[in-house]
T-cell receptor, first 113, second 114 residues
Framework: SQKIEQNSEALNIQEGKTATLTCNYT??????LQWYRQDPGRGPVFLLL?????KEKRKERLKVTFDTTLKQSLFHITASQPADSATYLC????????????FGTGTKLQVIP | NAGVTQTPKFRVLKTGQSMTLLCAQD?????MYWYRQDPGMGLRLIHY???????AKGEVPDGYNVSRLKKQNFLLGLESAAPSQTSVYFC?????????????FGEGSWLTVV
C-alpha cells in the first residue's frame, strides 16, 4: 500500500542554522509533491509544489528537492528563525487533483533562539 | 478577505446526535473539500465538490454527508455521531483542478463525540 514517512520525532535546531526535513514514500509514483506548514490549532498553509521532472525548487529561504529514484523529498529552511517553528507536512499528488492527494503526518520543527 | 471560514470551531456531541459543520469561502473557488485530521495520521479526505450542486466521496466518507447548494458553501453533516468521529475537521478550497494552484484551508473545527 502507499505510504508516506515523515520523521515523527521533533527536530530541534539552533536559530540561524539550516533545517532539513525528510519525506520518504513507497509504492507511489507522484507527479507532484507539496509541502505545507501547520501551526498549532490552525489549518495547513500551502508552501511549495515541485513536479516530478524538477530536481529542486526555491522560494525565499525555502528549498525543496525531489528525487524520484530515491523516492524522497528534502525540505530545507536556511537561516532558520524561531518564527519558523511549526509542523511541516508533505503531500503527494499523483495527477494534479487535490482529491487524490495523500498527506504525511508531519514533522514538528522547533527553532531555538 | 476572510478566505475559508468554518463554523463552529468547537463542539461536543453525544453519541447518536446529529450536527452540521459549515464551510464558507469568499474566493469564488470551484473546488471544495472536507478533511479530517487525527493524531498519527495524515489529513484524510472525507468528501469533495468540484462545483455547485456536485459532491463526491473521498477516502473516508462513511458516516458523513455533504451538500453544496451554493458555490461558496460546503456543508458536512453527521447524522448519528460516533466516538470514532472525534477529530479535527478542515475545509479547503481551490479555484480549479490541476497542479500549481494553491489550496486554502480553514482554521479547523474540533469535534468531540462522547
Amino acid at each position: 500500500s502507499q505510504k508516506i514517512e515523515q520523521n515523527s520525532e521533533a527536530l530541534n535546531i539552533q536559530e540561524g542554522k539550516t533545517a532539513t526535513l525528510t519525506c520518504n514514500y513507497t509504492n507511489y509514483s507522484p507527479a507532484y509533491l507539496q509541502w505545507y506548514r501547520q501551526d498549532p490549532g490552525r489549518g495547513p498553509v500551502f508552501l511549495l509544489l515541485i513536479r516530478e521532472n524538477e530536481k529542486e525548487k526555491r522560494k525565499e529561504r525555502l528549498k525543496v528537492t525531489f528525487d524520484t529514484t530515491l523516492k524522497q523529498s528534502l525540505f530545507h529552511i536556511t537561516a532558520s528563525q524561531p518564527a519558523d517553528s511549526a509542523t511541516y507536512l508533505c503531500a503527494l499528488d499523483p495527477s494534479g487533483g487535490y482529491q487524490k492527494v495523500t498527506f504525511g503526518t508531519g514533522t514538528k520543527l522547533q527553532v531555538i533562539p | 478577505n476572510a478566505g475559508v471560514t468554518q463554523t463552529p470551531k468547537f463542539r461536543v456531541l453525544k453519541t447518536g446526535q446529529s450536527m452540521t459543520l459549515l464551510c464558507a469561502q469568499d474566493m469564488n473557488h470551484e473546488y471544495m473539500y472536507w478533511y479530517r485530521q487525527d493524531p498519527g495520521m495524515g489529513l484524510r479526505l472525507i468528501h469533495y465538490s468540484v462545483g455547485e450542486g456536485t459532491t463526491a466521496k473521498g477516502e473516508v466518507p462513511d458516516g458523513y454527508n455533504v451538500s453544496r447548494l451554493k458555490k461558496q458553501n460546503f456543508l458536512l453533516g453527521l447524522e448519528s455521531a460516533a466516538p470514532s468521529q472525534t477529530s479535527v475537521y478542515f475545509c479547503a478550497s481551490n479555484p480549479r483542478s490541476g497542479a500549481g494552484n494553491t489550496i486554502y484551508f480553514g482554521e479547523g473545527s474540533w469535534l468531540t463525540v462522547v
